[in-house]
């Protein structure tokens, strides 16, 4: 049974005991927001080692880290060793999003390697193979499809990215639209010239029920992929982007209805004031489901730092209710990203998750501010250290340059803190 | 006559016809606004060399960086090199807020070496005078600080920031208030120290005309500081901060009324559900004055990265109507900034203020990205660097790994943009 199943019928599973465990909530708390769809634990029965994450409404924000080979650079310790960076920075899962070298081998060594949740998008590996078979992505079948979804399934991938939305009522109004940037989803881009080519549906679509059957059957999350998400700012919100959220928001209807965990994928580019909209829409359309959003990136025109730009987006649709950010890392849209840039994305992801928790009103997300702002108050430089979001960044910046007294190197003597705990102490009989 | 006397006669002065070049806007835009108070142009009439920068509503949102010898770090040498970054970074304004070494001196070479409007605090030049020639920053007189500032006009200083709003009722309320962080305002925290030391009201707020006549002789920007500023999300929106703004509104209308340009300072460390409303509060309270926020930092426990955390809260205010960004700098609470840091600091609250000026409409901001946007899609990498914020670093991160194709090594043959732009092309006769 999946964890919907089982929460459906009232047990409280281990996944969700670990779950509220971590989140320092009630776990019937958690049974109830699986049961209305509101939150997910991707948790693929075969994925042994796992470590169970709750995604969704009343949680604590979660992180994902993309890592995955290139056709360009298929080397597959560079890919553990960004798994591990990405761990050790905070991440709450990591997608293998590897469309180079051996990869299945990659993913297995991955899944293997890892206790958080794993993500794939399988119709990459499925648009490869059919290059190699058939000459042509275009070419795969549907069968050779589901064939590379039930080996991930088999893998224990806890997560899929599936972009079922891709429907050719959606391409039309891709047509109609007349975009800046088209479409920037990989899979996305692979649907849309298989659909274009075969001029039939989208399997993924048309043969949702098999889908959900293999996702019932490993208990999958399926993470429904916005192959029409807004590749730049000038293309947010649109009817292509919002025709296959329509689509979404069936699509969750039926997966609920099979038993099937799943979470809606949104944008990606956004103009600041359009995250909170595009954060409402979702919620309403797709009932609540846990959205997972990519960024957003709130300027096309930050290249060489699109964690921040993301960061900024994250933190905004995350307050507004977003409730997974996939990271953008330094090196976006130029770039396969090295584990530093793995490193930079998944710390400037957290800090966007944690600022938007205490807006939020998340569990102990107020607390954490509280603690390190009352070690700052008490020059303790040690436990600043221990309570910063990267105690050995923390450590390292107050070091650079030695301070003469208790103060850090910007104010010394002057630091405003320890003069006014100085005059408002012995205000009472004169300084 | 200050620029204010002059829009008021109905004059475009020089500086006006300047910022309405740069800004692509009307000059009669520009002097309608400085009329209103909502637009201020710091231009000291003795800073020979300046380049006018207008900030408030309806321009661009400006950015400010902060540099500066302390107590620790005094070479000058040094402070010229993060003027020199900072410009290069594309900051539009720079603040010297230097405690150590030979200030006058540091200063000076400041602003012969800048085309950019300079603002400093001279309460931190007094105070530390006031160390050596007394022996405790307390014992400053009211003449001994006013001198400060005369020096600092006859300087060509073009916008200052002074803590008018540090009065006794604001301590009181302080006091009532039972902060975390108390005061983290080194000017907030001389004066505090000052007030309560001599038992007589703040010189800055009881000799106000004093400072208003100083500033309309050289036409210097009042930037009515935030000593009360939370140094924490705990203590953030609370009474002494209020306190402060309503005597900083009152001080807004004597300053138009005296026809010295003026603006307001505003927090400094925010839950990021607090920002609308503190610019709101601002704009409301201070009759449209421009509001120059320090951050707003959205979380306390991002150390080591706080310029990510500054650039989340920026780009919200600005994007609710904050007007000026200044800086945070990943070394802050933790050490003086670096020349690297100070870069940094600049690109990560440029980033914010353009994503909050596409929010803003503001003219010119949206085609930038749309034009980024039809340069990525072309896969034009030459073109999509030059546009890039920071050119050099999206040219580099570009080349860190060689591509086969024209697509960069993220996504090498599968890249989305180049599929998609194949199969739509020849869709109507089958791919």
């Given at each position: ?83 591990r ?21 990659i ?21 490869i ?9 275009i ?63 989208n ?52 997966a ?13 580019h ?13 919620k ?73 928790d ?54 010394g ?19």
């Amino acid at each position: 049974m999946t964890q919907l199943e089982l929460a459906r019928e009232g047990t409280i599973s281990p996944q969700m005991e670990a779950v509220a465990l971590k989140e320092g909530l009630e776990a019937e708390f958690i049974r109830q927001g699986i049961v209305a769809g509101t939150i997910v634990i991707p948790a693929n029965i075969k994925h042994a080692n796992l470590t169970p994450c709750g995604i969704g409404q009343g949680l604590r924000t979660k992180v994902n880290a993309n890592i995955g080979t290139s056709s360009d650079f298929g080397n597959i310790d560079t890919e553990l060793e960004k798994l591990r960076v990405a761990t050790d920075a905070g991440t709450d899962s990591v997608m293998d999003l590897s469309t180079g070298g051996d990869i299945s081998a990659i993913r297995r060594a991955i899944i293997a390697s890892s206790s958080l949740p794993i993500g794939t998008v399988p119709i990459y590996q499925a648009g490869i193979e059919a290059v190699e078979r058939h000459g042509a992505i275009i070419k795969i079948t549907p069968d050779e499809m589901f064939s590379v979804i039930e080996e991930h399934a088999r893998d224990g991938v806890d997560f899929l990215t599936v972009h079922c939305g891709v429907t050719q009522s959606a391409i039309a109004r891709l047509k109609e639209q007349g975009r800046v940037a088209d479409v920037v989803s990989r899979g996305g881009a692979f649907l849309i010239g298989w659909i274009l080519y075969n001029e039939a549906e989208n399997p993924l679509f048309e043969q949702y029920d098999r889908l959900l059957e293999i996702a019932r059957d490993y208990d999958l999350t399926l993470s429904l992929g916005d192959g029409m998400r807004p590749g730049c700012l000038a293309d947010a919100t649109d009817r292509p982007q919002v025709e296959e959220l329509l689509v979404a928001g069936e699509l969750v209807d039926r997966a609920r209805r099979a038993g099937v965990q799943v979470m809606v994928e949104g944008p990606g580019h956004l103009p600041l004031d359009h995250i909170e909209a595009n954060v409402k829409l979702e919620k309403a359309i797709c009932k609540g489901a846990p959205f997972y959003v990519l960024g957003p990136l709130v300027t096309d025109t930050a290249a060489g730092y699109d964690h921040i730009t993301g960061a900024i987006g994250g933190a905004i649709a995350a307050a507004a209710g977003a409730d997974f950010l996939c990271y953008v890392t330094p090196a976006e849209h130029l770039s396969l990203p090295d584990p530093e840039d793995v490193r930079q994305g998944v710390i400037a992801t957290r800090i966007a998750a944690h600022a938007a928790d205490i807006a939020k009103g998340v569990k102990g997300a107020e607390d954490w501010d509280k603690r390190m702002s009352v070690a700052r108050k008490k020059l303790d430089w040690e436990e600043q250290a221990k309570l910063s979001l990267d105690p050995q960044q923390s450590h390292q910046v107050h070091l650079r340059h030695a301070s003469s007294g208790t103060a850090c190197s910007m104010c010394g003597q002057f630091c405003a803190m320890a003069l006014v705990e100085k005059y408002l102490g012995i205000s009472a009989t004169r300084c």
